[in-house]
């Protein structure tokens, strides 16, 4: 299958994920963070910057973002690892009947993962089932594919975000204790932006180069940051304490829950040039977060 037809799949990764089998049975509720990683090659950084060479990777965490049917029998897998980023893999045999990878190639399960190979789609060799995950339920399900959606559609390929891997770690665990999504989908859209590099300082007022002020009101440039709002503008108005507070990581007022989610939806949206998040709108709906 070429580039552009996996790049056309990967628009549907929420929609189709939700077919896959269901996992297997969760372990203990305390969370298990999987292993580091081994491989015969450099650095993984190297390993990013170098997708076309030769690559045997062993043991490296990740989890399934998205798959789609490859051939008969096999699948093309979308995943997050800690160590690689964002790459595909091709599991050969995995729609076979009797495939052990059936029941192990599920979404929002730890596993270790090894493959091989070059270019942009490798070879994967193995994938363990780590466990020590709680399984994700109703409304908490529906926002881990949002999670995935998001991954899918800003981090590049062969990009390592070590940083963002834990935080999403920790935000399905958090999901699957029933923390108030609204505060929890929040923090990772923000540290998505972060590393994805669309967003810098929310404290810095960058036409007068000076501190946001508590008390005033903003507009964020998604290009250039917070200014003063101006009656004239269009876009979501926030006041400095939400600025401050997104920064610390603190939404326990309501006020900052409510302006918050108006700016993350303006900044998604803006940076997906008109590109529907489908996991987005289901949310609205269902629970106007």
Not at 46 to 71: C, M, N, T
Not at 176 to 189: C, G, K, M, Q, S
Request: proline share 6%.
């Amino acid at each position: 299958m070429d580039e552009q037809a996996v790049a056309a799949q990967e628009d549907s990764a929420v929609t189709d994920a939700a077919t896959v089998p269901p996992a297997p049975p969760a372990a203990k509720k305390t969370a298990a963070r999987p292993r580091a990683s081994k491989a015969s090659t450099a650095s993984p950084r190297a390993a990013s910057k170098s997708p076309a060479k030769d690559l045997r990777i062993l043991e490296q965490p990740g989890f399934v973002l998205h798959s789609w049917p490859y051939k008969e029998t096999s699948l093309i897998i979308d995943v997050l690892t800690r160590d690689h980023g964002r790459i595909a893999l091709v599991a050969k045999g995995a729609k076979r009947p009797h495939s052990q990878l059936r029941s192990v190639l599920q979404t929002f399960q730890p596993l270790q993962l090894g493959w091989t190979g070059k270019g942009e789609i490798r070879t994967l060799t193995t994938a363990d089932w780590v466990g020590g995950m709680l399984p994700l339920e109703k409304s908490a399900l529906l926002c881990g594919f949002y999670l995935n959606e998001l991954l899918v559609k800003f981090l590049m390929r062969d990009e390592a975000h070590p940083e963002l891997f834990d935080l999403y770690v920790s935000t399905l665990n958090q999901l699957a204790h029933d923390e108030p999504a609204t505060i929890v989908l929040r923090r990772f859209e923000l540290a998505l932006l972060r590393e994805s590099g669309l967003l810098g300082d929310l404290t810095r007022c960058t036409q007068q180069r000076e501190r946001v002020q508590a008390e005033q009101f903003y507009v964020l440039d998604p290009e250039r940051g917070p200014r003063p709002a101006m009656s004239a503008d269009s876009v979501p108005r926030v006041s400095g304490k939400t600025l401050l507070a997104m920064q610390r990581g603190d939404y326990t007022e309501q006020s900052t829950q409510l302006q918050s989610k108006l700016l993350m939806r303006f900044l998604l949206a803006h940076h997906l040039h008109g590109a529907a998040l489908n996991t987005r709108q289901i949310l609205i709906d269902l629970q106007n977060l």
